[in-house]
């Protein structure tokens, strides 16, 4: 594969290697210092930070207006209070929001960012080291870790390679455009890397040591409990398209998360929930089936093979990588 000159390629606007970080956020007041202060630490900061304040009551607004003096780049976007914390396609509509105050042509990638993460000095220069080292990666991440209540020890979320964690989905600007940006549906986060993979490109998350970073709050605990959060993950898979067989293989796996069974069964149930209830699963043309193969040829040769199998599958149908061809799909 023909790489990109990794000493040399410049942004939209000269030598500068510009991104945007989006922020849609709500009361999360006690991990927001720490996001933002790993964001000033960065050895590329970003060009700009757009907040979207979703309505929050703690005192985000106050923490924010305390910032503004370090981080000239700091945009800040406030939602109508709706009274509830909206999770899945809520995140995305307030991201699409703050996506509107923005001119992409200034910006070479784009970064949906949560705020209760911890992320290394040197993370997003890594990233963007792996983008120019590879052309069609569309979107990548680090590895997210949580400390163990009580111990304080680092344990891993497990995040398999194919796929960019959505608390960091990192874009190059072209890639993101291509797929027509973010599904507004529960699973987004996963679909779209299916969508990355359809058109030809890759979606990863990176092991390096120096891009894993700290998840404040574990992923799939949600702001309920962890038990809803597991079953809105096996929501989120029946949404995505993963068949039954697949699903039932990624039970017996998260056996090996803790807590063991309870977070399996949840996770379970909510994708059987889903199914009964004849919830309307993501489908552009081509979707569903493009889903449904990868993940039955996982089964057979591991994920890593079949999702790199799938995506030069569709390169040869399309005669190349579409990337910055034409939109589709949900915005």
């Known amino acids: ?30 991990t927001l210092r720490t996001t933002l202060d790993s964001l000033l630490r960065q050895t590329i900061p970003p060009a700009k930070l757009v907040f979207v304040d979703d309505g929050s ?49 200034e910006f070479e990638f784009l970064c949906k ?29 680090g590895k997210p870790y949580f400390r163990e209540g ?7 979320e497990h995040i398999a390679d194919e796929f960019a964690v959505g608390m960091t989905k990192f874009y190059r600007v072209s890639a993101w455009r291509t797929i027509g940006g973010f599904p507004i549906s529960i699973g987004w986060d996963g679909i779209d890397c299916h969508l ?53 293989a990624a039970t017996v796996y998260r056996l090996n998360k803790r807590p063991r069974v309870v977070g399996a069964v949840a996770m379970l149930l909510g994708y ?3 199914w009964r209830g004849g919830v309307k699963r993501y489908d552009v043309p081509g979707y569903l089936a493009f889903v449904r193969s990868y993940q039955h040829l996982a089964l057979a040769m591991g994920r890593g093979r079949a999702a790199e199998h799938m995506r030069l599958r569709a390169v040869r149908r399309r005669g ?10 949900t915005r």
Not at 1 to 30: K, L, W
Not at 74 to 85: A, Q
Not at 227 to 236: F, I, S
Not at 320 to 329: D, E, L, Q, T
């Open 1 to 30: 594969m023909a790489q990109m000159d990794t000493g040399g390629p410049v942004g939209p606007r000269g030598g500068e290697r510009r991104y945007v970080v989006i922020a849609p956020s709500r009361d999360e007041a006690g």
């Open 272 to 274: 059987l929930q889903a």
């Open 57 to 105: 009551t703690d005192e985000t607004q106050a923490i924010l207006e305390s910032y503004r003096g370090r981080m000239p780049y700091l945009e800040v976007i406030t939602r109508v209070d709706r009274g509830v914390r909206k999770v899945g396609p809520g995140v995305i509509e307030a991201f699409n929001e703050g996506l509107a105050s923005v001119d992409l042509s």
């Open 196 to 248: 990355c993979r359809m058109h030809g490109l890759r979606a990863t998350s990176f092991p390096d040591p120096d891009l894993q970073f700290i998840h404040l709050r574990p992923m799939g605990s949600s702001h309920i409990s962890l038990w809803h959060g597991r079953k809105r993950h096996g929501l989120g898979a029946w949404v995505m398209g993963t068949p039954p067989l697949f699903m039932l």
């Open 113 to 141: 960012l949560d705020m209760d993460l911890d992320l290394p000095d040197g993370y997003f220069e890594g990233l963007i080291r792996h983008m120019d080292a590879d052309p069609v990666l569309a979107t990548c991440s």
């Open 150 to 156: 009580g111990t304080g020890q680092l344990v891993s």
């Open 320 to 329: 190349g990588p579409s990337i910055g061809g034409a939109v589709h799909g």
